[in-house]
Nanobody, 124 residues
Framework: QVQLVESGGGLVQAGGSLRLSCAASGRTFRTYAMGWFRQAPGKEREFVAT????????YYADSVKGRFTISRDSAKNTVYLQMNSLKPEDTAVYYC?????????????????WGQGTQVTVSS
């Protein structure tokens, strides 16, 4: 059993920054890829970013490329999402997820465990 707990969400003005954290406990963390997804009201859950088990490989959705950065600290069992130049369309509940594989994926079905989510609201 693994537990994922997100934090760091909140209300920010357009152009601002937030850093989300996802702390993992339970199952061995180092050998799993991690991802961030988001879901806005009335929309499907969409891929944001993923990072490999080693942290050496990352991949981003086109909509966030150049603005968001995913990273991980295996010693702390934590994955981060640094979000800069935020836009109102980034408003959503953000979820972290763990995939039992060395490489990440870009679809929700590829992930095995999910956090409860943290709300990010960007005002114009």
């Amino acid at each position: 059993q693994v537990q994922l707990v997100e934090s760091g969400g909140g209300l920010v003005q357009a152009g601002g920054s937030l850093r989300l954290s996802c702390a993992a406990s339970g199952r061995t963390f180092r050998t799993y890829a991690m991802g961030w997804f988001r879901q806005a009201p009335g929309k499907e859950r969409e891929f944001v970013a993923t990072i490999s088990w080693s942290g050496g490989s990352t991949y981003y959705a086109d909509s966030v490329k150049g603005r968001f950065t995913i990273s991980r600290d295996s010693a702390k069992n934590t994955v981060y999402l640094q979000m800069n130049s935020l836009k109102p369309e980034d408003t959503a509940v953000y979820y972290c997820a763990m995939r039992r594989a060395v490489a990440g994926g870009a679809t929700p079905g590829e992930y095995d465990d999910w956090g409860q989510g943290t709300q990010v609201t960007v005002s114009s």
